[in-house]
């Protein structure tokens, strides 16, 4: 059976309270900056032409070569150009190092007091530097610090060779649990994103890789939104542009090479949305900043997050044949929130698909159907719908005249 449900004639109420609650600037942001000293910012780098992202709201232009903008919560992708072409990921592939690192603490096989020597390869590391000194034992923490905040190559190096023994041999541990976690179309020849033509992610994948560690380490999410980090008496700052221009900003990685350009992958939390921005190719650190700030803006400012159905709401009551109740009630099992544009909320579909009348017993927790979800500018999903009780088959006696019923009546 299908029935097709408009949500104004389902779930007028959450649809409203969800709307009056869309997230757009944190409140004091705008007091916060006009209480800053006054300031000529330059004028933004102007967008060249060239193949616009797609989004459900149509086109959208963006200087970057690749890009993908996701609900951290949903997983609605909001925005993506050659979000699936794999591209020389930099210093954000620094970030598979660090999941790495943090599964590896998170199992016990590694301390953060747990100290690590410095090898001459690590020593003699080029780039972005967290200076260690040869020969030296540095403490598992401040090598996380280091790679993070400072980018420093040589402390990724020191947490390679001190895991794997070997900065190849810890490649193989990136790819393997690379492929554990669900990215398909990245791989890893080194700890630091170094310049390699066979070192290469996806926007889509490092999307996936940020939101894997906000989710799977939260005790340790919380490096990427140090400020600064001083190592060996030189200090460094954090290359993060969102984290002082974007209320909400709290991580992730920036990179660069000559051959990526200019690349970022960030988060913001605002209220109860994070969103997740990669992008790769810009041609500038100021390009870098503008556009991080730019896409982040546009996106809480044309969506919102909708709740459909709460977990144990009932969605719909199904007939029962031969149950010791009539009815089951038809519900989400988990809360059903959407990514959806502000102004096309009212073109959301719902269909719900489920077998009636349902043959008894019916088990609680029992899969008996689905909603489709989709419309236009909405991203299609489907969700499985479980029985909200349970139903005992009726006995032999009492089945008998709801057998003979349902030949006669057709009941």
Request: charged residues 20%; positive net charge.
């Amino acid at each position: 059976m299908t029935r097709f449900v408009m949500p104004s004639a389902v779930s007028r109420r959450n649809l409203l309270l969800a709307g009056a609650g869309g997230v757009g600037l944190l409140p004091g942001a705008a007091t916060a900056q006009r209480a800053a000293p006054p300031q000529r910012r330059p004028a933004p780098a102007a967008v060249p032409s060239g193949s616009p992202a797609q989004t459900p709201l149509g086109p959208f232009d963006t200087i970057a070569r690749q890009a993908i903008l996701v609900d951290a919560d949903t997983g609605a992708v909001l925005l993506e150009k050659n979000a699936d072409e794999r591209m020389p990921p930099s210093s954000m592939s620094k970030l598979m190092t660090a999941y790495v690192v943090f599964d590896q603490l998170k199992q016990g096989r590694l301390q953060l007091t747990q100290e690590m020597p410095v090898s001459e390869r690590a020593w003699r590391m080029g780039g972005s530097k967290m200076f260690v000194q040869l020969g030296s034992m540095i403490p598992v923490e401040a090598l996380i610090r280091g790679m993070i905040v400072q980018s420093g190559n040589d402390a990724c190096v020191v947490l390679a060779e001190g895991i794997a023994g070997s900065e190849q041999q810890f490649a193989e541990l990136l790819n393997t649990t690379a492929r554990r976690i669900g990215l398909n179309n990245s791989t890893f020849r080194n700890s630091t994103g170094w310049p390699d033509p066979e070192h290469r992610m996806t926007a889509r994948d490092l999307s996936i890789l940020a939101r894997r560690i906000i989710t799977d380490f939260p005790e340790y999410y919380r490096y990427y939104n140090e400020r600064s980090f001083t190592w060996n008496g030189i200090s460094q700052d954090n290359r993060n542009p969102l984290l002082a221009r974007v209320a909400g900003a709290d991580g992730l990685k920036t990179g660069h090479t000559e051959e990526a350009g200019y690349g970022l992958t960030g988060s913001v939390r605002r209220g109860d949305r994070r969103l997740v921005l990669v992008f790769n190719g810009v041609p500038s650190m100021r390009a870098r900043s503008e556009e991080s700030e730019r896409l982040m803006e546009w996106a809480f400012r044309e969506f919102e997050n909708v709740v459909l159905f709460r977990a144990s709401e009932t969605i719909e009551e199904v007939p029962v044949w031969l149950g010791d109740r009539a009815s089951v009630p038809l519900v989400g099992g988990r809360d059903v929130v959407l990514s959806l544009p502000r102004v096309w909320r009212n073109r959301l579909q719902v269909k719900l698909r489920y077998e009636a009348p349902l043959p008894a017993p019916v088990a609680r927790g029992q899969e008996i159907g689905h909603m489709e979800v989709g419309g236009q500018g909405v991203p299609a999903m489907t969700v499985p719908l479980i029985a909200g009780a349970d139903v005992a088959r009726l006995g032999l006696l009492p089945r008998i005249p709801a057998v003979i019923g349902r030949w006669v009546f057709g009941a």
